[in-house]
């Protein structure tokens, strides 16, 4: 439900700028700073290097609120470029890194990272985004030799972008083996897809994400007026790069709510919700807890994150919705009734998430997934003692592991021997047959949903099963 328009291509529109002698060295940074981009340049080398070596959210760093300093101290053009130069960097990474070492006699100083940071965004700008190139190269060179720690590097940073410009094609073609991303993350593709499959989700996962907006009601009638289609789930979808979401018609009123279309399935895996109890075990910021309001359902919306149910609590207003909001940890939670339907959408390794979130590769590990596999089955026990005989429990998450998904689930019900996984059965999600296993649970991945433009294909990846007792 957020606002922010990921993945949208802005470009630097500077020229190069004054290459007049400095006075001295302040005046020259001062001259430089002035340069059209550099000051955006600048901050995305720093948000990098956050997130690559202190493993920080691109999310948090972005915030509009409490996001970096840096990057808040940009004007709104800067900060458009810092997230162009920041996704299309992350999503190429491992290419940009080998490029590196290829462009580089010699490898460079143990520790210099910051160089390293600073040529990565060099070759975004050159690569991937839309800046000629004598202005990149100028840029990268004026960023290096106002960095006191680049300085001595800044005819390094110009011989290397200057043959980067020169061998392009042949040292690009010289890059197909590379790894699309890195080792941990496609050796967990591999564990659970065939070689074909790995292969698809890989090169779908380099694409920027549509926009799919999740309406109230007449998908067909907003996706005319947006300049959408109507997919398979429902959604209504939005190529990326078009203008920010607030800015779209229907936004205001409240008459939909960005939320990928995978992650529109879950809540529409319940029976009939009419005037039924329903518990959002994890709910914030509330795209599922909205749509099981919208199908009748009385929700208590629980989540432990104070500012995340803030968030929920806007949303809910903007979109005139109401649930009973309670700020809990999901296995404190206690109810002596019974819900008749609980979902629990549980925090996991998002990996399922990486066209939107090109940093997740980059901030997690297969370490973080065993953890948060721990922390969901937990969950996952405690959610099932809420759920009354006959009701119904959902449970999802945005990971592609299976150890966060089928695994997990089968151990819940070799645990729980009163418990049945309910099939989704695939006569019911015409266009969506592709996702429901052969024991009836839903699993998307990026490949999916495809379409003659790829900006247009794809769905995040999730797992959901409905859960049920006698
Ligand atoms: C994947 S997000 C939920 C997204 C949400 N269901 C939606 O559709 O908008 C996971 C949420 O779980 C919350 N969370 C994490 N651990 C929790 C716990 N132990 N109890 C309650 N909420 C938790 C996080 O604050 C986060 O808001």
């Known amino acids: 439900m957020s606002a922010d328009r990921s993945g949208s291509h802005s470009r630097s529109k ?14 020259g940074r001062r001259e430089a700073v002035t340069k059209p981009g550099l000051e955006a340049r600048i901050a995305a080398t720093r948000l990098l290097g956050a997130v690559i070596d202190g493993r920080a959210s691109l999310d948090g760093l972005l915030d509009r609120k409490g996001g970096n300093p840096h990057f808040l101290a940009l ?20 290419v940009l890194e080998a490029l590196i070492d290829r462009l580089t006699d010699k490898p460079l100083p143990e520790g210099a990272r910051s160089l390293r940071h600073l040529l990565v965004v060099a070759l975004t700008q050159i690569l991937h985004l839309d800046v000629a190139d004598h202005a990149a190269v100028d840029l990268a060179v004026s960023q290096a030799q106002i960095d006191p720690r680049n300085k001595r590097f800044a005819s390094l940073v110009n011989a290397v972008l200057r043959r980067l410009i020169r061998e ?25 897809h065939a070689p074909a499959t790995v292969d698809a989700i890989a090169r779908a996962l380099k694409v920027p994400a549509p926009l799919d907006l999740s309406v109230k009601s007449d998908a067909a009638g907003w996706a005319e007026r947006l300049g959408g289609t109507v997919i398979a789930t429902g959604s209504v979808r939005l190529p990326p790069g078009g203008p920010p979401v607030p800015e779209l018609a229907g936004f205001e009123t409240g008459e939909w709510w960005v939320q990928d279309a995978a992650a529109s399935l879950p809540a529409r895996l319940f029976s009939d919700l009419s005037g039924k109890r329903v518990a959002d075990l994890c709910a914030a910021p509330g795209g599922k807890t909205a749509q099981l309001i919208l199908q009748g359902g009385v929700v208590t919306a629980f989540d432990q994150s104070a500012s995340r149910l803030q968030r929920l609590e806007d949303n809910l207003a903007r979109l005139g919705l109401s649930a009973h909001v309670v700020r809990a940890r999901a296995q404190e939670v206690v109810d002596e009734e019974g819900f008749d339907a609980v979902l629990l959408d549980a925090p996991c390794s998002s990996t399922g998430t990486v066209r939107r979130h090109p940093d997740v590769v980059w901030t997690k590990s297969f370490t973080d997934v065993e953890t948060l596999a721990r922390v969901q089955r937990q969950l996952l026990d405690h959610a099932a003692r809420l759920v009354r005989p006959g009701g119904e429990l959902v449970f999802s998450n945005c990971s592609l592991d299976p150890l966060e998904g089928e695994e997990l689930v089968a151990g819940f019900l070799a645990d729980h021997p009163a418990w049945r996984i309910k099939p989704i059965l695939p006569a019911n999600w015409p266009g969506l047959e592709e996702t429901i296993t052969g024991k009836g649970e839903m699993r998307t991945h990026p490949a999916q949903l495809a379409h003659e433009d790829e900006r247009l294909a794809g769905l995040d990846g999730f797992y959901a099963v409905v859960l049920t007792h006698s």
Do not use: C, N
């Open 14 to 27: 500077g020229s190069p700028g004054s290459r007049r002698k400095p006075a001295s060295a302040a005046q």
């Open 75 to 94: 004007s709104e053009p800067d900060r458009q470029l810092v997230r162009a130069i920041l996704a299309a960097a992350l999503r190429h990474l491992t």
């Open 168 to 192: 392009r094609e042949t040292l690009l073609s010289d890059l197909d083996a590379v790894s699309p991303f890195p080792d941990w993350y496609m050796g967990r593709l591999a564990a659970s």
